[in-house]
T-cell receptor, first 110, second 114 residues
């Protein structure tokens, strides 16, 4: 099927803790895995992406890991801050169409 | 333009009326997507255009919804005989090529059906 599954749907953490969001995809030919952040009332924006030729990519406090064999990838946010509170979407190309996960609402409490 | 542009930003319409929502993608982007986002919900896929290929209409919720993309650029999403459940934010996104590249979103059109 054409789907990208994302878990959890909501995630609450204390400031300074780490947060992990996981996604699985169905198309073994998928080769590009972006993560988007959507703040309240705003459009989704790309925060990090990874291609299938690498297993991990980092950008300051965020990182993405990819397991092509298991067809899953994860977003890791370390040292979370209140401004990280938002909805996060993963995506993957399924039969060449970018398909989004259902989203994770992250709440970081001070 | 510098980004994906959608118009109008807000639209209030009476139940039963038709509406047209417009999307101007980034110049040169061959892929264009329409999504619907209800309050607090995820991105519901509606339709996908890629180059000269036939559009993927698999996400359109009913035959009241249709979309066109003229000349491989501007797209219009039309909703006929609007219903209250059509109220949502309609987001357009474009990308350079098929699904393997970054998609850029417009600011969305907030549709309210009264």
């Amino acid at each position: 099927g054409e789907n990208v599954e994302q878990h959890p749907s909501t995630l609450s953490v204390q400031e300074g803790d780490s947060a992990v969001i996981k996604c699985t995809y169905s198309d073994s030919a998928s080769n590009y895995f972006p993560w988007y952040k959507q703040e309240l009332g705003k459009r989704p924006q790309l925060i990090i992406d990874i291609r299938s030729n690498v297993g991990e990519k980092k950008d300051q406090r965020i990182a993405v890991t990819l397991n092509k064999t298991a067809k899953h990838f994860s977003l890791h946010i370390t040292e979370t801050q209140p401004e990280d509170s938002a909805v996060y979407f993963c995506a993957a190309p399924i039969f060449q169409k970018l398909v989004f996960g259902t989203g994770t609402r992250l709440l970081v409490s001070p | 333009g510098a980004g994906v542009s959608q118009s109008p930003s807000n639209k209030v319409t009476e139940k039963g009326k038709d509406v047209e929502l417009r999307c101007d993608p980034i110049s040169g982007h061959t892929a264009l997507y329409w999504y619907r986002q209800s309050l607090g919900q995820g991105l519901e896929f509606l339709i996908y255009f890629q180059g000269n290929s036939a559009p993927d209409k698999s996400g359109l919720p009913s035959d009241r919804f249709s979309a066109e993309r003229t000349g491989g650029s501007v797209s219009t999403l039309t909703i006929q005989r609007t219903q209250q459940e059509d109220s949502a934010v309609y987001l357009c996104a474009s990308s350079h090529g098929a699904g393997g590249t970054e998609a850029f979103f417009g600011q969305g059109t907030r549709l309210t059906v009264v």
